[in-house]
């Protein structure tokens, strides 16, 4: 079955990057998500990646993606205030890619000042 | 402005007693998902349907039913809630290539 794994916390120095990581079980993914919860509100997709490609660059946000060890990573360069959020990583296994998806713990990322 | 609705946004009943939890979405998706997100567990997958009549079992099914008459809408019933079904329930609708658009979240607390 499928399982998605993230670490709980990360906290990172304003204007660093942060790199926030998750690996999961299921190697017949097809895509994986990136989304982004801010306090009180849903989810916000970030980004995604097609589980053929390596990586995937959008402004601030760099994807990686290494399928042999099955482990994916956000990187947000020079992150700010605004970034402070619970991070979600997701994996979907269906052809079409959007009936379900299996969502990791989330990693709560904290900037400080 | 394309959105995914849910309504209520806060809900408070007692055992046994029958709710539903609506859904609405205006992006014209086919595929439409209920969630619930627990601390510690991330999201869990209820239901999620492909389709107008089209619905399926998701990783946590039990003590939920769905229906999905029209396309825009996917209700979340719960025909007796317990207590272990306090929660913090999303709906959310996709395009085919996964990208999930989610709503607001509906707070539910069962005593």
Redesign the interface.
Known sequence: GEDVEQSLFLSVREGDSSVINCTYTDSSSTYLYWYKQEPGAGLQLLTYIFSNMDMKQDQRLTVLLNKKDKHLSLRIADTQTGDSAIYFCAESISNFGNEKLTFGTGTRLTIIP | EAQ?TQNPRYLITVTGKKLTVTCSQNMNHE?M?W?RQDP??????IY?S?NVEVT?K??VPEGYKVSRKEKRNFPLILESPSPNQTSLY?C?S????????????TRLTVT
């Open positions: 995914v595929y998902s969630y510690g567990l991330g999201l869990r997958q999620y492909m399926d998701g990783d999303f959310a996709s395009t085919r290539r996964g990208e999930q658009y989610f709503g607001p979240g």
